[in-house]
């Protein structure tokens, strides 16, 4: 059962333009992300009253651009702590080859399925239907993951991916869906949050105890010591890292982090800036094979996928510093209106804005093309990011490349519009002699309607005379 997936969705005005009609999404995202925002709010308060939330900022960022500006030697140093401690580090260009290594151990060990901690890197590779291709079934085992996955639904939100999903809805999915691949919801299921907690609960156990093969992300490698990190909010993912013999955790080449104490900050960050608490729940870490306790082989799938591009990418390289909070989500004006869907990937809101650009590269296609302009630019997302990632500078600078993409061939109204001006500023007797089609052009453009600008801007009239002839005839304002 690998679910829906965003592969050929709309480019994001055309997306957002269908969500923007859809009420009851609006109002499920406005609560969502409104409480979500209030509790981190005062939980950067509680730190601002002790110590610095700005300097916590910065030694987070410190943390991720030092693994980022040394990423080589780190990741080299990565894969001999996890070999030393009994793992096999597997190194993946691209999603395929993950998908395939993932595969192979999976057959290796003659099972037709396995149990998935919640992990972003293993849905951007697709890997769950990847694995069905190959007759593995995957089951998600995060409640969220699991309410997508049955409902045959795609995810919106970094850290609530069923956030557009009201809890009568989600009381719909598990009663239609869940005897049809494992355990049944029982016939008196109500919308109450534990009641359906415990549903799933039920369901899932029943997977966790007979799964043999179990696949993480992790949300930081640590390569000092070897050392992979999940955190969680169920258990869940505890859950699918102790009991399988076979664990394989594909992780994202950016998610190392030079040392142990790196991850002080970085735990501290996380859990204010994600779920709005003070500490996660649950932090599970794992160097290797232990004998006798949790799985007793460990793969680690190394993945690429674009990140060296990104790396290579100068303004664009700090979105690798990203920790998944989703608290940029959170804040911005057009997420909360339009919802994850929009922007056509797992990665949405202002993240994926300049995420998926950078890992597939602009002018991929029209869909990736259009996200660096799904944004006001107000900001927001730049102040709340706990590692000071400048979301809109990247925007404006992918914006740029996007342009220059599509250089070449017939120029669009705008290119013509900006090469007249470039001509026009570059000397005042061009200047004076170009007003005076300014001038008939925003009286022709008033007259005959709405463009792309004027159907989202008021234009103004065109005034009776440029500043030059109203200078001349005052001479200066003095007559
Ligand atoms: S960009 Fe910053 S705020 Fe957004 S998810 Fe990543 S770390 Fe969180």
Request: charged share 20%; with cysteine.
């Amino acid at each position: 059962m690998s679910g829906a997936t965003f592969v050929g969705m709309p480019a994001f005005p055309v997306a957002a333009h269908e969500a923007l009609g859809n009420a009851q999404l609006r109002h499920n995202l406005a609560h969502a992300t409104g409480t979500i925002r209030a509790k981190r709010q005062r939980l950067v308060d509680e730190v601002n009253a002790n110590s610095d939330w700005e300097e916590l900022r910065l030694a987070g960022a410190g943390v991720k651009e030092s693994a980022l500006r040394d990423l080589g030697n780190q990741l080299e140093l990565l894969e001999q702590t996890l070999t030393a401690n009994g793992a096999t580090v597997h190194w993946a260009n691209d999603a395929a080859e993950a998908n395939a290594i993932v595969a192979a151990i999976t057959k290796a060990h003659g099972v037709d399925e396995v149990v998935k901690v919640k992990s972003m890197v293993t849905q951007e590779i697709g890997l769950n239907e990847a694995l069905e291709a190959e007759g593995i079934a995957a089951w998600e085992t995060d409640l969220a993951e699991l309410i997508v996955q049955l409902g045959d639904d795609l995810p919106s939100h970094i850290l609530v991916p069923a956030i557009h999903r009201n809890r009568s809805e989600i009381r719909e999915i598990f009663r239609a869906r869940m005897g049809a691949v494992g355990l049944a919801a029982p016939a008196d299921l109500t919308d109450e949050p534990a009641v359906l907690a415990a549903a799933a609960r039920s369901h899932l156990r029943e997977k966790f105890l007979r799964a043999k093969v179990g696949v993480s992300g992790a949300n930081f490698a640590v390569a000092d010591t070897g050392t992979l990190v999940v955190v969680e909010s169920e258990g869940n993912g505890r859950m699918c890292l102790t009991l399988p013999e076979v664990l394989i955790s594909v992780v994202g080449i950016e998610k190392v982090v030079p040392t142990w104490d790196g991850l002080d900050p970085l735990l501290r960050l996380l859990p204010r800036s994600s779920t709005g608490e003070r500490m996660n729940p649950y932090t599970s870490t794992w160097s290797g094979v232990t004998p006798g306790d949790g799985p007793q082989e460990v793969h680690v799938v190394l993945l690429d996928n674009g990140r060296t591009n990104a790396l290579a990418d100068e303004v664009g390289r700090q979105a690798l510093r990203c920790i998944r909070c989703s608290a940029c989500l959170n804040v911005c004006p057009v997420y909360e209106r339009t919802g994850g869907h929009a922007y056509g990937s797992v990665y949405p809101g202002p993240i994926g804005a300049i995420l998926n650009p950078l890992l597939r590269g602009p002018g991929a296609d029209e869909q990736v093309d259009s996200l660096p302009y799904a944004s006001s630019l107000c900001g927001a997302c730049f102040e709340v990011c706990p590692v000071l990632i400048d979301i809109p500078s990247v925007l404006v600078d992918l914006r740029a490349q996007v342009v220059d993409a599509h250089r070449g061939g017939v120029p669009k109204a705008e290119a013509l519009a900006f090469k007249g001006a470039a001509v026009a500023l570059s000397d005042s007797r061009k200047l004076a002699f170009g007003e005076r089609f300014t001038r008939i052009g925003l009286r022709v453009a008033r007259r005959f309607g709405a463009s792309k600008w004027t159907d989202a801007r008021d234009l103004p009239p065109a005034p009776p005379e440029s500043f030059r002839t109203w200078w001349k005839r005052t001479d200066g304002g003095r007559s």
